[in-house]
């Protein structure tokens, strides 16, 4: 079921590629629309002053006025998505009524949960089905304090250590906070598979195979034991 009230929101994030990725995923979302971009809280005043906003995206960690700060002084008719890097801001967020609270990098599906809640809420309307349209042959990822686009083609394959992982491509290698089984989650089941508790691996890079390991990029991969049943089984269809 669809929604049937129009929303307008805004973008409040200092960061230019933090807002496109928002922009890119509301954009595949109908009922509502972007009304404006703002780089900081003062911006944010001006776009409330001039649009009827329903809904703000904002993030917490702004230079001079903070969102957390931002969300304080406006009128609490207009609700909050908060977005952020860091996971300390979430019970200040919530006692703040905001809607949801995003973890950067935010994915298509967990943003559209987090506007099913508002529509379900405060538009007391039907929420909005997963977009059979929505078809990504890409993913971003927070390093070097910047959201670096990957495109899932330059994936060789993806090493775990803890709550960091290492993506492996073919002219380099990049380092992001994260735990594999998050970024599973936006991989393309037909394109990659879990080997390992600490690898994800391209198919279409594999060299050759055993029961034991895979060598992928010349590198030699361990197949564990509690994956190995089901990868031998995807394996063998080659």
């Known amino acids: 079921m669809t929604a049937s009230k129009d929303i307008s929101c805004i973008i409040v994030d200092d960061e230019a ?12 979302i109908p009922n509502i629309t972007v009304v404006a971009h703002c780089t900081n809280a003062i911006e944010a005043f001006n776009a409330l002053r001039e649009y009827k906003v329903d809904l703000i995206f904002l993030d917490i960690n702004m230079p001079e006025i903070s969102g957390i700060s931002f969300a304080k002084s406006i009128n609490t008719d207009v609700k909050i998505i ?3 890097a860091y996971r300390d801001y979430a019970v200040e967020g919530f006692e703040l009524q905001a809607v949801d609270y995003l973890l950067k990098p935010i994915s298509f599906d967990r943003l559209l949960k987090a506007v099913n ?8 309307v039907n929420t909005i089905e997963h977009p059979e349209t929505v078809n990504n042959n890409f993913m971003f990822v927070r390093a070097d304090r910047r959201m670096i686009k990957i495109d899932f083609e330059s994936i060789i394959y993806i090493e775990s250590y803890s709550d960091y992982i290492k993506i492996h491509l073919a002219n380099k290698t990049i380092v992001t906070r994260e735990t594999i089984s998050a970024i599973e989650a936006k991989l393309p089941n037909a394109q990659f598979l879990r080997i390992h508790r600490s690898y994800i691996i391209a ?4 060299e050759s195979f055993t029961n034991e390991e895979i060598t992928i990029n010349n590198t030699a991969l361990t197949i564990s034991r509690s994956y190995k ?4 089984k995807i394996l063998e269809k080659f």
Do not use: G, P, Q, W
């Open 17 to 28: 590629i933090a807002r496109e990725v928002i922009a890119t995923h509301v954009a595949k």
């Open 82 to 84: 908060f977005s952020t």
């Open 117 to 124: 809640n508002y529509f379900e809420i405060y538009a007391h």
């Open 203 to 206: 198919l279409k890079h594999i």
């Open 229 to 232: 049943k089901d990868v031998l």
